[in-house]
């Protein structure tokens, strides 16, 4: 577990140390799920226009996203998990609702599919399960506790509220970027955490560097969704589960370099979530209606 007075410059050394504490188990990712969606994200993106959207914004940053806090507990996966349902539903309603889901109920319930007893983490593969298959109960059903309860849930923890539609494994940055920017959904991914992602305040600019070795840094579980644009390109937006110190408020842009590192990384498994039935460019008037609407 991640000591919780650990000042955030200091968390990819205590990674390096102490790979089992961010909460991805990615040691016991199974993939043969997640395999399963083949290379159906190239499919899915390649079949957007792209550009054939109105009014395309330069920057897409919602502000609504609830910025996550895991504390002590190795929880990432199912903090970044309900974080992609709650964007995923709300864009569903078009803006009209915005529930927490049951961070705890998605990470002991995926974490009881992958086998693992204790605060150990969870795998990608029971986290693409359990927003497709299983289905995310709301917060209230199982609040998030300040310290790992141990490993039995509560029968209301079982509810289901809300589904992901689809899920489409990504595999490399055009089909990472044409996700986001024609707004398909949030990004599920676990990925290296190396001191890299530490560096700077608001973008993470590249990702391994010279140190190329396994043994550098913890996995960890995160969120990709939204963008803003500088003079090196676009650059999709991270949702940390590490609170509002770490990062500009939580999150950070990723450069494409850094991005197309941590996508070629062996260890790295990218799963696109979608309300959608099937693929469609997002009428972006539509977000800038919303974002009007927002400031009122």
């Known amino acids: 577990m991640i000591p919780t007075d650990i000042r955030p410059e200091e968390l990819h050394l ?11 188990a990615w040691t016991r990712e199974n993939h043969v799920n997640i395999d399963r969606l083949g290379d159906a994200a190239t499919t899915w993106c390649n079949a957007l226009p792209m550009g054939s959207s109105t009014g395309h914004p330069a920057e897409f940053l919602p502000t609504w996203i609830k910025i996550e806090d895991q504390g002590p507990i190795s929880s990432c996966g199912g903090n970044s998990l309900t974080s992609c349902g709650e964007v995923c539903e709300r864009n569903e309603h078009r803006g009209s609702q915005y529930r927490q889901f049951s961070r705890m109920a998605a990470y002991q319930i995926s974490k009881r599919r992958d086998g693992i007893r204790g605060d150990g983490g969870m795998t990608i593969d029971s986290g693409v399960w359990y927003a497709t298959q299983h289905g995310f109960a709301l917060e209230a059903d199982y609040p998030y506790p300040a310290r ?3 490993d039995n849930i509560p029968p209301q923890a079982f509810g289901k509220e809300f589904t992901v539609e689809n899920a489409r494994r990504i595999r490399d940055v055009a089909s990472f970027m044409q996700w986001l920017t024609t707004n398909q ?5 676990g990925m290296r955490w190396t001191k890299w992602c530490d560096n700077e305040r608001d973008f993470i600019r590249t990702f391994l560097g010279p140190q190329r070795n396994d043994q550098h840094g913890g996995g960890h579980a995160v969120m990709f969704y939204g963008w803003t644009t500088n003079n090196v390109g676009v650059c999709p937006i991270v949702w940390n589960s590490w609170s509002t110190r770490w990062g500009n408020q939580g999150r950070k842009a990723v450069f494409p370099l850094a991005l197309q590192e941590m996508l070629a990384d062996r260890i790295t498994t990218a799963v696109g979530f979608t309300w959608r039935r099937k693929p469609e460019p997002e009428n972006w008037s539509f977000w800038q209606n ?3 609407w927002m400031k009122r």
């Open 290 to 292: 919303f974002q009007d």
């Open 185 to 189: 959904g949030p990004i599920f991914i």
């Open 14 to 24: 205590y990674l390096h140390q102490h790979p089992e504490a961010s909460g991805w």
């Open 148 to 150: 790992f309860p141990g």
